[in-house]
């Protein structure tokens, strides 16, 4: 098992940020590398990317302004497994290199996982009225193929909103 470490740094349109990674992601050291995740579909569907790319290309991310990172670096087989003491320390780390990285956009793909972290039980889908690290928040359904509420196009349109949303910022 590999730990994820985030990708990105200075400059990103948007920083997605994951729960943690699944069993597969930390098999083959790349994020959201569980068959069946929709991670990738979506960033291509919102218009993030100009295909779609596969999870040992996370490390072209950079390359297109977004970074990933994860509240928990602890690979489990469902983000259930993963204790609210968890999140609410990957939320205050999370916090320290949106700071130093300055994202436009901070995109939390997983509304109960933010509902815990942050201790916002009324958080819903979209932008949040708390910034993280002094940047907008914006929070999306979890593209986990075990997440069954979300088809493929309301990823694309939901993703896509953040990303019209990111873009506005300067």
């Given at each position: 098992m590999r730990q994820l470490g985030p990708i990105g740094g200075p400059g990103l349109r948007v920083l997605f940020v994951g729960i943690n990674p699944s069993l597969r992601s930390a098999e083959v050291g790349h994020h959201f590398a569980r068959p069946g995740n929709r991670f990738w579909a979506a960033l291509h569907g919102a218009g993030f990317t100009p295909r779609t790319l596969a999870p040992q290309d996370d490390g072209l991310l950079p390359a297109f302004g977004i970074g990933v990172t994860n509240f928990v670096s602890r690979a489990t087989r469902s983000a259930a497994e993963l204790t609210a003491?968890?999140?609410?320390?990957?939320?205050?780390?999370?916090?320290?290199?949106?700071?130093?990285?300055?994202?436009?956009?901070?995109?939390?793909?997983?509304?109960?996982?933010?509902?815990?972290?942050?201790?916002r039980p009324a958080a819903d889908v979209g932008l949040q009225r708390e910034q993280v690290g002094g940047r907008p928040v914006?929070?999306?359904?979890?593209?986990?193929?075990?997440?069954?509420?979300?088809?493929?196009?309301?990823?694309?349109?939901?993703?896509?909103?953040?990303r019209r949303y990111a873009m506005s910022l300067e």
């Open positions: 003491d968890e999140l609410r320390a990957g939320a205050a780390a999370l916090e320290a290199t949106v700071r130093t990285w300055e994202p436009r956009l901070v995109a939390v793909v997983g509304v109960v996982a933010y509902r815990v972290a942050f201790r914006w929070v999306l359904p979890n593209p986990s193929g075990l997440n069954a509420h979300y088809k493929p196009a309301d990823f694309a349109r939901l993703y896509a909103e953040a």
